[in-house]
């Protein structure tokens, strides 16, 4: 069982960054590749990033490619998603999620989370 905390979300002006934390806890978390999600008022969750569980393995969204990059500190169980040149489009609540691939190089976005964390509310907005 792991838990997954989001911190780091708030208001920013366009052009601004955001550096979001989260914190995962339990005995393999360590051997879990972490995905950020985003899911804005009216729409549906897409993926945003994730990370391998040796952090040798990053995937990006197309639209936040050049923009975030996450990265994970496995002695202190922490993955971040750092974001600037933050566009309005961008305002969304942020989850982190974990999966357990069996490729510690391999991450995706597109299926095999099954821990989620409760999520953390950016606004991008003058």
């Known amino acids: 069982q792991l838990q997954l905390v989001e911190s780091g979300g708030g208001l920013v002006q366009p052009g601004g960054s955001l550096r979001l934390s989260c914190a995962v806890s339990?005995?393999?978390?360590?051997?879990?590749?972490i995905g950020w999600f985003r899911q804005a008022p009216g729409k549906e969750r897409e993926g945003v990033s994730c990370?391998?569980?040796?952090?040798?393995?990053?995937h990006y969204a197309d639209s936040v490619k050049g923009r975030f990059t996450i990265s994970r500190d496995n002695a202190k169980n922490t993955v971040y998603l750092q974001m600037n040149s933050l566009k309005p489009e961008d305002t969304a609540v942020y989850y982190c999620a974990a999966a357990a691939f069996g490729n510690q190089a391999f991450c995706t976005l597109i299926t095999g989370y099954h821990y989620w964390g409760q999520g953390t509310q950016v606004t991008v907005s003058s």
């Open positions: 339990g005995v393999t978390s360590r051997f879990h590749a």
């Open positions: 990370i391998s569980s040796n952090g040798g393995g990053t």
